[in-house]
């Protein structure tokens, strides 16, 4: 189903891109996997972590290269894309799970680790869907495709709030935000952008407690994950974009977006003594004003 098709697998060292990579070769498409081989703290630099998951593609007979770096880094970024379409003539799809975490409760929280954290998570979501959207604009304009190309952003749960994951929450939720813009400004460039909250067991779930840890690998393998981003590589996909989608276990499905879940009217405009007279009996009567349990 996905013969033909040339895939970027930024994170592609471990966990979920590494599954996702090879779920995408095993369906046929030409992998490259990116990874700059650190730690799950961002720590280190290792080639040979994207060069082993490239290997074992290879040996299972499949199609696959590694390329090391740092999809942070824009020069990088737009490296990553130019020798792709370089040595395969195109680039079809790109799957973005590069992520760090370094948590720590806010008023606590080193600012060394909030921007290591923003520049992977988020940054580095940017510059290669930034260097992807500007080759496929170009090549688009040069005679159109045969095919919508796509772009896969990797959110978490942890966007909709985190305790003592303020930076990790805030990339997230930024994600969200950016494919929401990217995806309107690329449709009728015949690109997809779309972004995706997976929930499968990795080393970012091994930084929590074992006592704690929401699932094992064997009740949420992170394989499970990957045909979700099977599909949105494929033609299948024409015109799913704009979507934030969930995929994890046994479950897949579209996650809503933000929405005014209560509304009031004051001709004469708001007061501060008409919002404490009616704001949370009234205008917000049908709505949980205290959220903090489910950002737990």
Same mark, same amino acid.
């Given at each position: 189903?996905?013969?033909?098709?040339?895939?970027?697998?930024? !994170?592609?060292?471990?966990? =979920?891109?590494? +599954? @996702? /990579? *090879?779920?995408? $070769?095993?369906?046929?498409?030409?992998?490259?996997?990116?990874?700059?081989?650190?730690?799950?703290?961002?720590?280190?630099?290792?080639?040979?972590?994207?060069?082993?998951?490239?290997?074992?593609?290879?040996?299972?007979?499949?199609?696959?290269?590694?390329?090391?770096?740092?999809?942070?880094?824009?020069?990088?970024?737009?490296?990553?894309?130019?020798?792709?379409?370089?040595?395969?003539?195109?680039?079809?799809?790109?799957?973005?799970?590069?992520?760090?975490?370094?948590?720590?409760?806010?008023?606590?929280?080193?600012?060394?680790?909030?921007?290591?954290?923003?520049?992977?998570?988020?940054? !580095?979501?940017?510059?290669? =869907?930034?260097? +992807? @959207? /500007? *080759?496929?604009? $170009?090549?688009?304009?040069?005679?159109?495709?045969?095919?919508?190309?796509?772009?896969?952003?990797?959110?978490?749960?942890?966007?909709?709030?985190?305790?003592?994951?303020?930076?990790?929450?805030?990339?997230?939720?930024?994600?969200?935000?950016?494919?929401?813009?990217?995806?309107?400004?690329?449709?009728?460039?015949?690109?997809?952008?779309?972004?995706?909250?997976?929930?499968?067991?990795?080393?970012?779930?091994?930084?929590?407690?074992?006592?704690?840890?929401?699932?094992?690998?064997?009740?949420?393998?992170?394989?499970?994950?990957?045909?979700?981003?099977?599909?949105?590589?494929?033609?299948?996909?024409?015109?799913?974009?704009?979507?934030?989608?969930? /995929?994890?276990?046994?479950?897949?499905?579209?996650?809503?977006?933000?929405?005014?879940?209560?509304?009031?009217?004051?001709?004469?405009?708001?007061?501060?003594?008409?919002?404490?007279?009616?704001?949370?009996?009234?205008?917000?009567?049908?709505?949980?004003?205290?959220?903090?349990?489910?950002?737990?």
């Amino acid at each position: 189903m996905l013969s033909g098709t040339v895939c970027v697998v930024a !994170g592609g060292g471990n966990g =979920l891109g590494e +599954a @996702a /990579a *090879h779920h995408l $070769a095993d369906r046929g498409a030409t992998v490259v996997v990116n990874d700059l081989g650190t730690g799950v703290d961002g720590e280190g630099s290792d080639p040979e972590v994207a060069e082993a998951v490239a290997a074992d593609i290879r040996e299972a007979g499949g199609e696959a290269t590694a390329h090391h770096g740092d999809v942070s880094d824009f020069e990088y970024a737009e490296r990553l894309v130019s020798e792709t379409v370089d040595e395969y003539g195109r680039l079809d799809f790109v799957a973005n799970f590069a992520g760090v975490l370094r948590d720590g409760m806010s008023y606590k929280l080193d600012p060394e680790d909030w921007e290591a954290v923003i520049e992977t998570n988020l940054t !580095g979501q940017f510059a290669p =869907l930034r260097a +992807a @959207a /500007a *080759h496929w604009k $170009a090549a688009g304009e040069d005679g159109g495709f045969d095919r919508q190309r796509s772009y896969l952003a990797v959110s978490a749960g942890a966007a909709r709030g985190n305790l003592g994951q303020a930076n990790y929450a805030a990339a997230k939720a930024g994600v969200l935000g950016m494919v929401r813009s990217v995806s309107t400004e690329l449709y009728r460039s015949d690109v997809r952008v779309n972004a995706l909250v997976p929930n499968g067991y990795t080393r970012m779930t091994e930084t929590v407690p074992e006592e704690h840890r929401p699932y094992t690998r064997e009740e949420m393998p992170p394989e499970k994950v990957a045909p979700m981003v099977a599909y949105l590589a494929s033609e299948a996909a024409e015109d799913v974009t704009g979507c934030t989608l969930y /995929a994890g276990g046994d479950r897949v499905g579209v996650l809503a977006d933000p929405s005014m879940a209560a509304v009031g009217v004051e001709p004469d405009g708001w007061s501060l003594d008409s919002l404490a007279d009616h704001f949370a009996d009234d205008v917000a009567a049908d709505v949980e004003l205290t959220r903090t349990d489910s950002h737990f």
